[in-house]
């Protein structure tokens, strides 16, 4: 029998910058307009947790060259808890982002029960750590770093945790899809948006869920960061950008991995509906979402 979705509620924006000076960015949004839109009525969960909306801070913070550090740390330790909670329920964890940080959190409530493994769904690495840029000239966003931090990269506020250490994944144990980055050189298993323009979805799915056997990963975590979609289909992102997946792809893509039963979680971030003032975008990410998840829908909601 498959197991029944819990839905976590992230409501933060720590990791991005602001989009304009004193302007905060808005994913924090986007968990309400997602749950709004339907997608609590579609995957009908066994539970719902909604976490506390951080404060984002837009100065520095003391000993953190990474902006919102501090509170990235305490709010990642108690996203892992909850995940973690969800999982030995024997729950599928959906996490509802809030930007890319979360996935930290997402790993750290995985990683404390045994070895994990991270496929990596966004149109960008979010590989910015301290060997690849000056971290004296600008505040480091964990929105482009958390594929970096995950595995280890960076300052040790980010990079080590409490009954795990670091890092959260091995590279080894890492696949990226989707990024259109070309000239980038990853350590880990990596899919372009412009290979899989030539594959197609169906032998990308093989290709990856033949890497996770080899790697023996039963336990995976999913991060979708909804950048990975093609800017003509989704562009209320903040980083849009073409090419990319369309939402059937998606759809198909997401439902081979979870499948497999390999997959123990999944994040969902970025979206921002400040950037959706007509909300058109919100039904179409959570049809996504609801038909690849169906198996794992409830037919009755439980405590």
Request: contains cysteine.
């Amino acid at each position: 029998m498959a197991a029944a979705v819990e839905l976590i509620a992230a409501p933060w924006n720590l990791g991005l910058r602001p989009p304009a000076p004193g302007r905060e960015p808005g994913t924090w949004r986007a968990p309400q307009a997602l749950l709004s839109a339907g997608l609590e009525a579609r995957l009908r969960p066994a539970r719902v947790v909604e976490l506390d909306r951080p404060l984002y801070e837009f100065d520095a913070q003391p000993a953190t060259r990474i902006r919102n550090g501090v509170a990235v740390r305490e709010h990642t330790l108690r996203l892992g808890e909850a995940v973690q909670a969800a999982l030995a329920a024997s729950r599928f964890a959906v996490v509802l982002g809030g930007d890319c940080s979360i996935l930290l959190g997402c790993l750290l409530g995985t990683r404390r029960d045994g070895r994990c493994g991270l496929v990596h769904l966004d149109g960008h690495s979010d590989f910015r750590h301290p060997g690849n840029y000056d971290v004296g000239s600008s505040l480091g966003s964990v929105a482009g770093m958390d594929l970096a931090l995950a595995t280890g990269r960076g300052e040790l506020l980010l990079t080590h945790w409490p009954a795990v250490g670091r890092p959260l994944v091995a590279d080894e144990d890492v696949v990226q899809i989707g990024d259109r980055e070309d000239e980038e050189i990853l350590p880990v298993t990596r899919f372009t948006a412009q290979e899989i323009q030539q594959i197609g979805i169906a032998d990308l799915g093989e290709r990856v869920i033949s890497r996770l056997q080899r790697r023996g990963l039963d336990r995976v975590w999913l991060h979708l960061d909804l950048d990975v979609l093609d800017e003509r289909v989704l562009p209320a992102v903040d980083s849009p950008g073409r090419p990319g997946l369309d939402f059937s792809q998606l759809t198909e893509l997401v439902s081979t991995l979870v499948g497999t039963g390999r997959v123990v979680g999944l994040d969902v971030a970025i979206y921002d509906p400040e950037l959706d003032p007509d909300g058109v975008y919100a039904a179409p990410i959570v049809d996504c979402l609801a038909s690849a998840l169906t198996p794992l829908a409830t037919v009755e909601a439980h405590a």
